[in-house]
């Protein structure tokens, strides 16, 4: 019976890391609530996990606060620059959406390269300042030479934050789905999802510097 909760077992395991998905999404949603948090909470989200891959996976709680009070500042600001973007590209696109034929379309054209470069951006930004410390303008650059030296990763990641913020906008019934599972598990699942694949690109940064 001892060895049924022998924590080396792969099952005790799983259900660490399962209990680790649940406790980082709680803490998520309770620093993301103030809303301008948000970007703070996200990059806490995303160091977390880098954290517990990299196996430093003791104090899972404390571990996240002492992130987030870390990268409160910065992440608060790239989260403003990253809405104030968005925020003008959806503008743009409402605009568009008024105009007709061959304009409408080539507005389309020109507009959906900024929206991807911001996706991207906002894809390694907010993983980079989880794991490394730098100035707020070293580390946007530093974000589109990443995207441009690990471009195939970058495009992964953001193509699959994309694919879920299409899906969860695209229905009422996709949008509560989205809420339901985000409410419990989804926001720590995808920031799994994102720590696993920057995982490749920061291990290919560094061995690249050595």
Known sequence: MSNLFNVERPLMQILAKLTDLVLLNLLFLVTALPIVTIGAAWTSLLASWQKILRGHDNQVALTYLQLFRENLKQGTLLWGITVLFGGIFFMDYLLLQQATGVLRGIGLFILMPFV????????????????????????????????????????????????????????????????????????????????LIMKKVFGKIEQEKK
């Open 116 to 195: 991807l470069l911001l996706l991207a951006g906002s894809t390694v930004w907010f993983a980079y300042i989880g794991r490394y410390r730098d100035t707020l303008k070293q580390v946007i650059k530093n974000a589109f030479l990443i995207l441009i030296n690990c471009f195939p990763w970058v495009v992964l990641a953001s193509g699959i934050n994309g694919g879920l913020l299409y899906f969860a906008v695209s229905s009422p019934e996709r949008l509560l789905t989205t809420i339901y599972s985000c409410t419990f598990f989804g926001f720590s699942a995808v920031a799994l999802i994102n720590a």
